[in-house]
């Protein structure tokens, strides 16, 4: 089992940043790739952002390339999502997730944590 907490999510204006933050309890986090994922109102869960187990290779969605960046501290058993120059279209409930395989398709992904809201406004 894999425990995942989200955290860090808030309201922020259009062009702003925020970092998410992800913390893991249970078994071997750097056993598992790590992906995130959101879904606004209304629409269906989609991927943001995945990392492979040591962190070398990371996905984005083209919605999100060149202003979020994934990264993961294995020592400190946490995925991170840097968020910047957002968008009021980014709003949505960010969820984390592990995996056994990196992966862009949530199907791939076993746990998941809770979710944490972030809202961008115009």
């Known amino acids: 089992q894999v425990q995942l907490v989200e955290s860090g999510g808030g309201l922020v204006q259009a062009g702003g940043s925020l970092r998410l933050s992800c913390a893991a309890s249970?078994?071997?986090?750097?056993?598992?790739?790590m992906g995130w994922f959101r879904q606004a109102p209304g629409k269906e869960r989609e991927f943001v952002a995945a990392i492979s187990f040591g962190g070398s290779n990371t996905y984005y969605a083209d919605s999100v390339k060149g202003r979020f960046t994934i990264s993961r501290d294995n020592a400190k058993n946490t995925v991170y999502l840097q968020m910047n120059s957002l968008k009021p279209e980014d709003t949505a409930v960010y969820y984390c997730?592990?995996?056994?395989?990196?992966?862009?398709?949530?199907?791939?992904?076993?746990?998941w944590g809770q979710g944490t809201q972030v809202t961008v406004s115009s």
């Open positions: 249970g078994r071997s986090f750097s056993n598992y790739a």
């Open positions: 997730a592990a995996a056994r395989q990196v992966a862009t398709t949530g199907y791939e992904y076993r746990y």
